[in-house]
C-alpha cells in the first residue's frame, strides 16, 4: 500500500495504525505533513501510536496546530476589529471559518492566510479599513494587481506589517471568468451569524466553498486535506434536510458537477456517508482524480509528473476563456525573462 493510501486508511479507520513498522510511520508521517494533514493524523490516531520518537512528531504536530489556531482566531478578531465601523457583513472562510464556529472539519486543521468575504460592492471601503490597520500589499507588481482585480475573486493578497500575517479578501467563490457563477449575495445572505459578530456559511454552502475550491479551481494540490474537509463537514451535517439543502444550494450556485465530485471522491477514498442518487456512479475521470490526490512518494514528495501537469493546465483552462489564458501566460513569461536578463548580462 503506498503512503498516501496508508494515511487515507489511518484517518479513515485509525486503529489500522497498529502494527505498522516504524519505516511505514515515516513515510505515512512524510505524506501528512506535506498534505497538511499531520495534525489530524495525530489527534485520531492518538490511542493506537507507538511510543517514543513517532510519539514525539505527533506531539508536536498536535501542539502546532493548537497554537496556529490560537493565532488564527486572533487575526480574524483584528480583521473584525478593523471592518466593525463599517457595518459590512464579513464571512471567514475555509479553515478559520472551521475553527471559529467550533465543527469538526477544524479539529487538527491547519489554518495559514485568513480568508474573508465581504459583499463585491464594500471591497473599497474594506480594503481602506484593513490598510488603515497595519495591513500592506504583497504585490507591488502593477500587472498583477490589475489582473487580481479585474478577472480573481479576490483582492491582491495583504499581510499585516508587525504580525506578518497573510490575508485574502474576497467577493465571490470563484473567478468571475469561471465557467460557473455562485451567487455571492445569497452565499452572504445564508451565512450564519457567530457571537462576534462576524459570519460562516451555511452548512450545505461550507461544502460547496470546499467542492468548488478543490474541483472548480484549482489543481488539487493538497486535496487530500480538502477533501478530508470535506468529509468532515459531511459527516457532521449528514441528516435528509442537510442532502436536500445541499442538492438545491449546489443547483443554485452552477456547482453541482463539483459537489457531486466531491461526494464520489469522498465516499471513494474517506468512506463518507453520501447521497448516492445525487453523487452518481464513480466514472473513469473520477478515477484520475484519485490518482492526482494520492501522487506522493514515501518522502512526501509528489510523483506522476504528467498528471500533476494535466491538472495544472485543467485548473487555468477552468479559470479563463482560451485567448484570455494565452494572452496571460505569454505576458508571465515575458515578465519572468525580463526579470531574468539582467542576471544574465551581470554574469556575462
Known amino acids: 500500500m503506498s503512503p498516501a493510501r496508508c494515511l487515507i486508511r489511518a484517518l479513515r479507520k485509525p486503529q489500522s495504525v497498529r502494527g505498522l513498522s516504524p519505516t511505514d510511520w515515516e513515510a505515512m508521517i512524510a505524506v501528512a505533513r506535506a498534505e497538511q494533514l499531520l495534525a489530524a493524523l495525530a ?45 459590512m457583513p464579513v464571512v471567514l472562510l475555509k479553515g478559520t471559518a472551521y475553527a471559529a464556529a467550533g465543527l469538526d472539519a477544524g479539529e487538527g486543521r491547519y489554518i495559514g492566510d485568513l480568508d474573508l468575504l465581504v459583499p463585491a460592492r464594500h471591497l473599497d471601503a474594506a480594503q481602506a ?75 450545505p454552502d461550507l461544502v460547496l466553498h470546499s467542492a468548488a475550491h478543490l474541483f472548480a479551481d484549482g489543481d488539487l494540490g493538497g486535496g487530500l486535506r480538502n477533501l478530508w474537509d470535506i468529509d468532515r463537514l459531511l459527516r457532521e451535517f449528514d441528516c435528509p434536510a442537510f442532502r436536500e ?73 477552468l479559470r479563463m476563456p482560451p485567448l484570455m489564458l494565452a494572452r496571460h501566460l505569454l505576458t508571465k513569461l515575458g515578465k519572468r525573462r525580463a526579470a531574468a536578463s539582467p542576471a544574465v548580462e551581470a554574469t556575462a
Open 43 to 87: 489527534i485520531r490516531t492518538a490511542p493506537f501510536a507507538p511510543e517514543g520518537k513517532i510519539a514525539a512528531i505527533l506531539d508536536d504536530a498536535r501542539r502546532d496546530c493548537a497554537r496556529g489556531r490560537t493565532l488564527a482566531l486572533w487575526e480574524a478578531e483584528m480583521a473584525r476589529r478593523a471592518l466593525a465601523p463599517l457595518g
Open 129 to 203: 479599513a484593513l490598510l488603515a490597520a497595519g495591513w500592506e500589499w504583497v504585490k507591488a507588481d502593477a500587472y498583477d494587481d490589475l489582473y487580481y482585480r479585474r478577472w480573481m475573486h479576490e483582492l491582491p493578497p495583504l499581510i499585516h506589517k508587525e504580525r506578518d500575517r497573510m490575508a485574502d479578501v474576497h467577493h465571490t467563490i470563484l473567478p468571475p471568468t469561471a465557467r460557473p457563477t455562485p451567487d455571492a449575495d445569497a452565499l452572504v445572505r445564508d451565512a450564519t451569524r457567530l457571537e462576534s459578530g462576524l459570519s460562516v456559511f451555511s452548512p
Open 245 to 317: 439543502a445541499l442538492i438545491e444550494q449546489a443547483a443554485l450556485h452552477q456547482l453541482a458537477p463539483a459537489v457531486r465530485r466531491a461526494l464520489r471522491l469522498s465516499h471513494r477514498l474517506y468512506g463518507t456517508p453520501v447521497d448516492h442518487g445525487f453523487a452518481g456512479r464513480l466514472s473513469i475521470v473520477d478515477r484520475l482524480f484519485a490518482a492526482r490526490l494520492v501522487a506522493r512518494d514515501g518522502w512526501g514528495r509528489e510523483t506522476r509528473k504528467a498528471l500533476r501537469f494535466a491538472f495544472y493546465v485543467r485548473s487555468h483552462w
